[in-house]
């Protein structure tokens, strides 16, 4: 809660400023009347320039931290359970089926959501969306059973999709 209140004054300091900078483009004459080479008017553009240059070295620090394990809490303490635990139960459920090879997944929270992003190629003679609702039913079940895992959203992503041909005609 705390960085999204020091973005927004952020964004409104950026505002602020891209404004001042037309209208001093724009009306010169109404600039000539500010003193700037006083101490006050000169501390108070370093001021707010250490402000910006703090918004941005935490903005770039937080788009390289490493991103959240998730998070079940229960009257013991908590336990934390990493994104690369997540995909590999669902490697090993998906690696049940014969139908599919070449599995990516990305998960992890997005906000107050967790996601599963799974790209793969699949071998099908079936419906292609029964077998997709299918793979997301499982890997939400199993994660709900297995880990207790709430998954608000299951996106599958077919990269190559081959049709099996039965050998029996």
Not at 15 to 36: H, L, R
Not at 133 to 138: A, C, K, P
Request: charged share 25%; proline share 1%; glycine share 4%.
């Amino acid at each position: 809660m705390v960085k999204k209140i020091i973005f927004f004054f952020a964004w409104v300091g950026i505002f602020v400023i891209s404004i001042m900078g037309i209208a001093f483009i724009a009306m010169p004459k109404y600039f000539v009347t500010v003193d700037m080479s006083s101490l006050l008017f000169k501390l108070t553009v370093l001021n707010i320039s250490l402000v910006y240059m703090f918004i941005s070295i935490l903005k770039l620090f937080s788009n390289f931290s490493k991103q959240e394990d998730y998070i079940i809490k229960n009257d013991h303490g908590s336990v934390h359970i990493s994104t690369d635990t997540v995909k590999n139960l669902i490697r090993e459920i998906l690696s049940k089926d014969r139908d599919i090879k070449g599995l990516k997944i990305d998960c992890g929270n997005k906000g107050k959501k967790y996601f599963v992003k799974i790209n793969l190629d699949m071998i099908s003679n079936s419906s292609l969306s029964t077998k997709t609702t299918d793979i997301q039913s499982l890997i939400k079940d199993n994660l709900e059973e297995k880990l207790d895992l709430k998954v608000d959203y299951i996106e599958v992503k077919i990269s190559k999709l081959s049709i099996k041909k039965d050998l029996v005609e």
